[in-house]
Each structure stands twice: as structure tokens, then as C-alpha cells.
């Protein structure tokens, strides 16, 4: 039983992390624009790739997670208003991966 919940954990987390990898990599380029970055990004995608993400869906997917997060990092970092429609614009786009990815 431990065995088995520890292999769904282990197969989870290759298939979550490139995406961490490559919304974080593409939130610090956005912040930064640094250079080194970019190997970020390209090594997430083909983590990501290997780890069985669906060329159709994986793009999509670090995207919209993307947009979402810059939305925060305007609000946080850059002191931009954070109103009613970008905050149902986030959960119009996180339903609309719910549904992609289901």
C-alpha cells in the first residue's frame, strides 16, 4: 500500500514539475528578461514532453498557467489594480484547463 501511494506521488511529481519549471522560468523572464532563463524554458518543455505531456495540450497548459500568474506578479511586484474581470478572467482560464486536461 505504501509502495504503491509512493509510486503515484514519484509519477505525479515528473508530471507537475516541468510545468512548475516552465511557469517559473517564463515568470522570471518576464520579470528580468535574463538570458539563462531561456535553457529553463527549454528544458521544462522537454521534461515536460518526456514526462508524457501532449504536444497540444502542454502550451496551452504553461500559458494559461503563465498569464495567471503574471496577473499576481503585476499586482505584487508592479503595483498594478487587481480588479473583478482579471480575477474571473483566472478562473474562466483555470476551468478552461480543467476541462482540456480532463
Wanted: with cysteine; net charge positive.
Amino acid at each position: 500500500m505504501i509502495q504503491a501511494t509512493s509510486d503515484i506521488l514519484s509519477i505525479m511529481f515528473s508530471y507537475i514539475w516541468p510545468i512548475l519549471l516552465i511557469v517559473t522560468a517564463n515568470t522570471v523572464y518576464q520579470i528580468c528578461a535574463i538570458g539563462i532563463v531561456i535553457t529553463g524554458l527549454e528544458v521544462g518543455f522537454i521534461c515536460a514532453y518526456k514526462a508524457g505531456w501532449k504536444v497540444n495540450t502542454l502550451a496551452l497548459v504553461a500559458n494559461t498557467l503563465l498569464a495567471a500568474v503574471l496577473i499576481f506578479v503585476g499586482f505584487f511586484l508592479y503595483k498594478e489594480q487587481l480588479s473583478i474581470s482579471k480575477i474571473a478572467g483566472i478562473v474562466i482560464c483555470l476551468v478552461g484547463l480543467y476541462f482540456i486536461n480532463k
